[in-house]
């Protein structure tokens, strides 16, 4: 039943990513490049959180042995897997439109 659960999750992302890639495409150029600006610190915070919660996993196992929290880190892939995916396409639309980011 969790591997279900874990295919769904997959298969929304999945559909999540090509909705918001027909999104990114209809944006104009200023939108784009504040959502590429909002974007970019999200692959930071995804890699702090992914650590954090491999922390508290290492932690879990080392106290208590295989349990339910050695697996935590495992349940937000998905959604840094989405972050990492829209970003991409971000960058990708301004590729495509010649645009480059302003500092």
Same mark, same amino acid.
């Given at each position: 039943?969790?591997?279900?659960?874990?295919?769904?999750?997959?298969?929304?992302?999945?559909?999540?990513?090509?909705?918001?890639?027909?999104?990114?495409?209809? !944006?104009?150029?200023?939108? +784009?490049?504040? =959502?590429? @600006?909002?974007? /970019?610190?999200?692959?930071?915070?995804?890699?702090?959180?992914?650590?954090?919660?491999?922390?508290?996993?290492?932690?879990?196992?080392?106290?208590?042995?295989?349990?339910?929290?050695?697996? !935590?880190?495992?349940?937000? +892939?998905?959604? =840094?897997? @989405?972050?990492? /995916?829209?970003?991409?396409?971000?960058?990708?639309?301004?590729?495509?439109?010649?645009?480059?980011?302003?500092?």
């Amino acid at each position: 039943m969790k591997v279900i659960c874990l295919f769904t999750i997959i298969e929304q992302t999945q559909n999540d990513h090509r909705m918001e890639a027909s999104q990114i495409s209809s !944006l104009s150029d200023e939108d +784009l490049l504040k =959502a590429l @600006k909002d974007l /970019k610190p999200t692959r930071t915070y995804d890699s702090l959180i992914i650590g954090l919660l491999a922390g508290i996993a290492i932690y879990a196992a080392a106290n208590n042995g295989f349990g339910l929290l050695v697996f !935590l880190p495992l349940i937000y +892939l998905p959604v =840094a897997t @989405k972050n990492r /995916k829209r970003l991409k396409a971000v960058k990708e639309e301004l590729g495509r439109r010649d645009l480059r980011e302003t500092q």
